[in-house]
């Protein structure tokens, strides 16, 4: 009968276990779609984003008539260039 109890308690810790990972997946969605519709319509985009190492990064945004190549890394942002948004090349 210790067996059984056993058995049945450690399948009862599985579906606790379950039953978290299935909430922070859920969380995290959830999550995640908020931050995107934290930033839709807004005239700031970025286009596009190449990870150069861990904390560095060159990222290219489009704002208003612009486009901006940005490095950034862990403690500065720094402007690289910035053209004249060309025509069929805006994201909108």
Known sequence: ???????????????VFALILLMAH???????????QAFEGKSL???ERVFMS?????????????????GV?????STIDSLPLRDGYNEE
């Open 45 to 47: 985009k970025i286009k």
């Open 26 to 36: 859920f969380t995290s969605k959830f999550v995640a779609q908020k931050r995107i």
């Open 1 to 15: 009968m210790d067996v059984f109890f056993a058995i049945i308690k450690g399948i009862g810790y599985l579906a």
């Open 73 to 77: 890394s862990g403690n500065s942002i």
């Open 54 to 70: 861990r904390d560095k990064e060159i990222v290219v945004l489009s704002y208003k008539d612009k486009e901006y190549i940005v």
